[in-house]
């Protein structure tokens, strides 16, 4: 059974720095690619950044691209998102997610395995 754990949310005011984590089980996703989505209440669901499988390549949303940094290890099974310079727009649950191919698409409909979410809040 695949799952996606997320971790590192939390409360923080505007301009500070906080790092998401995911970690997968169940399955590898070395060659695969894997995305954070979030969404914020009354709102849908929006597209963060994705990574690609083997390329390792990356794609931001214009809204954190600069401050917002996705990253994996493959040694551990683990996604990163390095999130600076937050802003109370950026409040919301983020959710990780994972796909069974390598392209780093934005579109949520692409991804087939989802964590829980976790909740960031920034204050200003």
């Known amino acids: 059974q695949v799952q996606l754990v997320e971790s590192g949310g939390g409360l923080v005011q505007a301009g500070d720095s906080l790092r998401l984590s995911c970690a997968a089980s169940g399955r590898t996703f070395h060659y695969s690619a894997m995305g954070w989505f979030r969404q914020a209440p009354g709102k849908e669901r929006e597209f963060v950044a994705a990574i690609g499988g083997s390329s390792g390549n990356t794609v931001y949303a214009d809204s954190v691209k600069g401050r917002f940094t996705i990253s994996r290890d493959n040694a551990k099974n683990t996604v990163y998102l390095q999130m600076n310079s937050l802003k109370p727009e950026d409040t919301a649950v983020y959710y990780c997610?994972?796909?069974?191919?390598?392209?780093?698409?934005?579109?949520?409909?692409?991804?087939?395995?989802w964590g829980q979410g976790t909740q960031v809040t920034v204050s200003s």
């Open positions: 997610a994972g796909r069974d191919f390598p392209a780093a698409l934005t579109g949520p409909d692409r991804f087939n395995y």
